[in-house]
């Protein structure tokens, strides 16, 4: 009896706990990461994919991870010597932790994306809703000087407006949820534009740091010179994602940022899926958006850039799924 009882609540366990639950409960991590100040320990979130990974059925997910690495080997291989650059050559922890950051966030997409390729309305539903009460929370406290914002910065609240925006006019056709979301965004967006001092000549920082970068050694064209140096050695050209990873993750990390960028664009040129038409707007606007200052900075905001990077390339992966994955598929 106690077996059977044992049996049944292991299946009701796993028919509710999904890969799209781990954007919500993620993103709480990664803001609370950055009210605490602690980007340097963003490798943190890596916790959450761990134990999602175990929980929703190892097996499965360790075939996902193979079709990722096959179907983007590039990616992959470039991680990998990030690693090997970090921890071997060029000793520094915080700079080896950002790099299995960003992997592991990637990879955490791409399992939500594929995972949810049959039925991909499901993926947002649950960080749309705290990520709501997050904005909502946080415009009762702009009015409240003594307080500060939960998303921290005005900057980075702007970015998760016009991000949980896109979320809202892109992915949900329900009228109750479509007003309310625009009422919130109109507000937060509002708000976080008008006290953040966003610079648009921050475009141009990219133009500015390229004599600075080009001083560098051979390896540090490649690699960079690590997490954060931006900061301290040029802080003038720091408020550009862009400019940031040319300095602090070389010539190769520049152009995989870049590369997502275009691949984005190219997904919504030639994709006739309507969500991974959506999904790469989404891309689209994270990424312009961080040219007008760095994410490094910023946990939360690296986690919405990564993990809908990893979305997208879920979503326009046409490897077969593993079986599982296939039957939570709604018809």
Same mark, same amino acid.
């Given at each position: 009896?106690?077996?059977?009882?044992?049996?049944?609540?292991?299946?009701?366990?796993?028919?509710?706990?999904?890969?799209?639950?781990?954007?919500?409960?993620?993103?709480?991590?990664?803001?609370? %990461?950055?009210?605490?100040?602690?980007?340097?320990?963003?490798?943190?979130?890596?916790?959450?994919?761990?134990?999602?990974?175990?929980?929703?059925?190892?097996?499965?997910?360790?075939?996902?991870?193979?079709?990722?690495?096959?179907?983007?080997?590039?990616?992959?291989?470039?991680?990998?010597?990030?690693?090997?650059?970090?921890?071997?050559?060029?000793?520094?922890?915080?700079?080896?932790?950002?790099?299995?950051?960003?992997?592991?966030?990637?990879?955490?997409?791409?399992?939500?994306?594929?995972?949810?390729?049959?039925?991909?309305?499901?993926?947002?539903?649950?960080?749309?809703?705290?990520?709501?009460?997050?904005?909502?929370?946080?415009?009762?406290?702009?009015?409240?000087?003594?307080?500060?914002?939960?998303?921290?910065?005005?900057?980075?609240?702007?970015?998760?407006?016009?991000?949980?925006?896109?979320?809202?006019?892109?992915?949900?056709?329900?009228?109750?949820?479509?007003?309310?979301?625009?009422?919130?965004?109109? %507000?937060?967006?509002?708000?976080?534009?008008?006290?953040?001092?966003?610079?648009?000549?921050?475009?141009?920082?990219?133009?500015?740091?390229?004599?600075?970068? %080009?001083?560098?050694?051979?390896?540090?064209?490649?690699?960079?010179?690590?997490?954060?140096?931006?900061?301290?050695?040029?802080?003038?050209?720091?408020?550009?994602?862009?400019?940031?990873?040319?300095?602090?993750?070389?010539?190769?990390?520049?152009?995989?940022?870049?590369?997502?960028?275009?691949?984005?664009?190219?997904?919504?040129?030639?994709?006739?899926?309507?969500?991974?038409?959506?999904?790469?707007?989404?891309?689209?606007?994270?990424?312009?958006?961080?040219?007008?200052?760095?994410?490094?900075?910023?946990?939360?905001?690296?986690?919405?850039?990564?993990?809908? %990077?990893?979305?997208?390339?879920?979503?326009?992966?046409?490897?077969?799924?593993?079986?599982?994955?296939?039957?939570?598929?709604?018809?």
């Amino acid at each position: 009896m106690n077996s059977d009882r044992n049996a049944n609540m292991d299946k009701w366990f796993e028919n509710r706990i999904q890969w799209e639950d781990f954007l919500p409960v993620s993103l709480a991590v990664a803001i609370y %990461i950055s009210y605490m100040d602690l980007p340097r320990n963003s490798a943190l979130l890596l916790i959450p994919v761990i134990v999602f990974f175990a929980i929703t059925g190892i097996r499965d997910n360790l075939i996902a991870l193979l079709h990722f690495l096959k179907q983007y080997w590039i990616f992959s291989v470039l991680m990998v010597s990030y690693l090997y650059y970090y921890k071997f050559i060029d000793d520094k922890a915080d700079s080896l932790k950002f790099s299995v950051f960003t992997l592991g966030m990637v990879i955490a997409g791409y399992i939500v994306g594929s995972q949810n390729k049959n039925n991909p309305h499901k993926i947002y539903v649950k960080m749309w809703i705290f990520l709501c009460a997050v904005l909502i929370m946080d415009i009762i406290r702009a009015n409240q000087d003594t307080k500060g914002l939960y998303l921290v910065a005005y900057q980075a609240a702007f970015e998760f407006s016009l991000f949980f925006t896109c979320l809202t006019f892109l992915f949900f056709k329900d009228k109750k949820c479509i007003l309310i979301g625009g009422i919130v965004s109109f %507000i937060a967006t509002t708000i976080s534009f008008i006290k953040a001092s966003i610079s648009f000549t921050n475009v141009m920082a990219l133009k500015g740091i390229i004599p600075l970068f %080009i001083s560098g050694s051979p390896k540090q064209l490649l690699f960079g010179k690590g997490f954060f140096f931006t900061v301290i050695e040029a802080p003038d050209y720091w408020e550009n994602t862009f400019a940031a990873y040319l300095y602090d993750f070389g010539l190769l990390g520049f152009l995989l940022y870049l590369g997502a960028f275009i691949f984005a664009i190219l997904i919504l040129a030639r994709t006739k899926d309507e969500f991974c038409r959506k999904q790469s707007i989404l891309v689209i606007v994270i990424i312009l958006g961080s040219m007008f200052y760095c994410f490094e900075a910023w946990t939360n905001l690296l986690f919405i850039l990564y993990t809908s %990077i990893g979305i997208l390339l879920g979503l326009a992966d046409k490897s077969k799924l593993p079986n599982s994955y296939q039957e939570i598929q709604e018809p």
